[in-house]
């Protein structure tokens, strides 16, 4: 038995001793409850950086990345990647550098940034825009008339939407420049492809084979899963499954990944029941407002109310954003 079935199996009887036992030969600082989240969890958050790296960005599992890549990227086909180094600094040094979750070239010299991104940030498509600067800056040398760069390509997994009161229901949207009214692409050399995980609904039977949907739906319930399902049985998804099980990480990696996991669901929670406690508080009042100052004034009023709540219990202005429909703006004018 090793020691991690030795903790699992007896820290509901004796914790005490099971844990100081778990210290001697460790030396790591492990709570009770993070011992209980291994029974919790089998698979590890694939919208965790360390995890996503893990799975999508090393030399042993390159093959997982190329498959993703050709799925999102449509317009060539990827045959190698190379892993390149994520810092980048700014011509300027007084300027911003900047730091990608994943960095990698083509066999072609194609340069792919890869950002995963779980909050809800404000103004980032023009973030992903000033990520995309520094690949093009690269490769063009100083004093040179030579502007034939590359392509880059800017890809973005994110867990929100980019977009208030987006209709577009497309999962994946990718944004190039083109002329206003013709729509004529004015160059080929720079492109954004955003993955809105929040608009990815399907069920594991409705997946129908389709690679790419199954990633997303990897991406969007991996923690949820205690098994590879049947329906996702070929050899992109047995690696996505093996690197992300938490008993095959390094003790390191996997407490990292658990404490992180812990923090992330902890928080889910409290933001849940901050909304709706601040949805039931607001509703009422604005009914009663409702009824006093005309049904319209009284629910923007109930709306405004609902969004200082949930201010004061910490959740922030992007999410309140999204849960009340009121503006960043007039949210941050709250916060004065």
Do not use: W
């Not at 903790?7 to 005490?16: D, Y």
């Not at 490769?139 to 577009?168: A, K, M, T």
């Not at 669901?265 to 100052?293: C, H, S, T, V």
């Not at 609902?306 to 201010?311: F, G, I, Q, R, V």
Request: glycine residues 4%.
């Amino acid at each position: 038995m090793n020691l991690l079935d030795f903790l699992l199996n007896f820290v509901g009887r004796k914790e005490s001793r099971a844990y100081k036992f778990y210290m001697a030969k460790s030396g790591l600082s492990l709570t009770i409850n993070k011992i209980y989240m291994l029974k919790e969890f089998k698979y590890a958050d694939l919208l965790d950086d360390e995890v996503f790296k893990l799975v999508f960005g090393r030399e042993s599992s390159k093959d997982v990345m190329i498959e993703f890549l050709n799925l999102v990227i449509d317009d060539r086909r990827i045959v190698d990647l190379e892993f390149m180094d994520k810092e980048m600094k700014a011509v300027d040094r007084n300027k911003k550098d900047s730091t990608y979750d994943m960095f990698c070239k083509t066999d072609d010299g194609s340069r792919i940034i890869v950002e995963v991104q779980r909050r809800k940030q404000p103004f980032y498509p023009e973030r992903a825009l000033y990520y995309s600067t520094f690949q093009i800056q690269h490769q063009v040398d100083s004093g040179s008339d030579n502007y034939d760069f590359l392509p880059v390509y800017v890809i973005n997994i994110l867990d929100f939407n980019i977009r208030q009161n987006n209709d577009n229901p497309n999962v994946k949207t990718i944004y190039r420049l083109y002329e206003r009214d013709s729509h004529s692409i004015l160059t080929d050399r720079l492109t954004f492809v955003f993955i809105e995980l929040k608009k990815f609904n399907k069920k594991l039977e409705e997946l129908n084979g389709n690679i790419l949907d199954g990633i997303y739906f990897c991406m969007k319930n991996m923690p949820s899963l205690t098994g590879r399902p049947p329906l996702l049985d070929n050899e992109i998804f047995e690696k996505i499954f093996r690197i992300s099980e938490l008993v095959n990480m390094d003790a390191d990696t996997r407490l990292k990944v658990i404490n992180k996991m812990t923090t992330e669901r902890d928080l889910r929670n409290q933001m849940a029941y901050a909304r709706q406690e601040a949805i039931e508080e607001g509703l009422a009042e604005g009914r009663a407002k409702g009824r006093e100052e005309g049904r319209e004034e009284g629910q923007e009023q109930a709306r405004i109310e609902m969004a200082a709540k949930l201010l004061s219990k910490g959740m922030s202005a992007e999410d309140i954003a999204e849960v009340t429909g009121i503006s960043i703006d007039e949210i941050y004018n709250l916060q004065k």
